[in-house]
């Protein structure tokens, strides 16, 4: 069974500082997608980026970027130069090959102190 | 493009009673998906729809129905509202390609209180 963990329920930092948010999955298939999805105060869910599980390239988009390793089941989120706008919970989740749907990890609570 | 839409934003519902949440989506996809999130939880699929027509269970399904009529409206019914069914529901809808493995999309949420 597939099976996501984010260990980390709160953080809060400082503007300006750097941030890793840590996700852990668990998935018997060779084929899977991992996702990162931001929930801000407003409550929507934003999409943040889809990796599969063939690709362990490092991804960075401005000021994201996203660890991806095979070795340990994880899939960790770093934010640089974190921003108040950048508090929010952030989700991470799974999809197998087979499955119908996405697991999501319980979030992780960022709270960004101006 | 208005992406996903969900209808009501927010309800209060007594004990017993019955509502059906909206979803609508525009951009054509077939894959559509209902979620409920509980406080300081994950969300936890309900039931989803692969197409027209054509729908199935998930994690979550008891006490609730859907139905597909259409490829743009995936409504979620619940019936006898209980306690336990307070919650935020998410709709959310993917393209045909890869299906579930494809990016979801999600609407806005309705917050449902069941007092």
């Known amino acids: 069974a597939q099976k996501v963990t984010q260990a980390q329920t709160e953080i809060s930092v400082v503007e300006k500082e750097d941030v890793t948010l840590d996700c852990v999955y668990e998935t018997r298939d060779t084929t899977y997608y991992l996702f990162w999805y931001k929930q801000p105060p407003s409550g929507e869910l934003v999409f943040l980026i889809r990796r599969n599980s063939f690709d362990e390239q490092n991804e960075i988009s401005g000021r994201y970027s996203w660890n991806f390793q095979k070795s340990t089941s994880s899939f960790n989120f770093t934010i640089t130069a974190s921003q108040v706008v950048d508090s929010a919970v952030y989700f991470c989740?799974?999809?197998?090959?087979?499955?119908?749907?996405?697991?999501f990890g319980k979030g992780t609570h960022l709270i960004i102190q101006p | 493009n208005a992406g996903v839409t969900q209808t009501p934003k927010f309800r209060i519902l007594k004990i017993g009673q019955s509502m059906t949440l909206q979803c609508t989506q525009d951009m054509n996809h077939n894959y559509m998906y209902w979620y409920r999130q509980d406080p300081g939880m994950g969300l936890k699929l309900i039931y989803y729809?692969?197409?027209?027509?054509?729908?199935d269970k998930g994690e979550v399904p008891n006490g609730y129905n859907v139905s597909r009529s259409t490829t743009e409206d995936f409504p979620l019914r619940l019936e006898l509202a209980a306690p336990s069914q307070t919650s935020v529901y998410f709709c959310?809808?993917?393209?045909?390609?890869?299906?579930?493995?494809?990016?979801?999309?999600f609407g806005p949420g309705t917050r449902l209180l069941v007092l």
């Open positions: 959310a809808s993917s393209p045909i390609a890869g299906g579930p493995l494809e990016t979801q999309y």
């Open positions: 729809s692969v197409g027209a027509g054509i729908t």
């Open positions: 989740a799974l999809v197998e090959g087979g499955a119908d749907g996405l697991t």
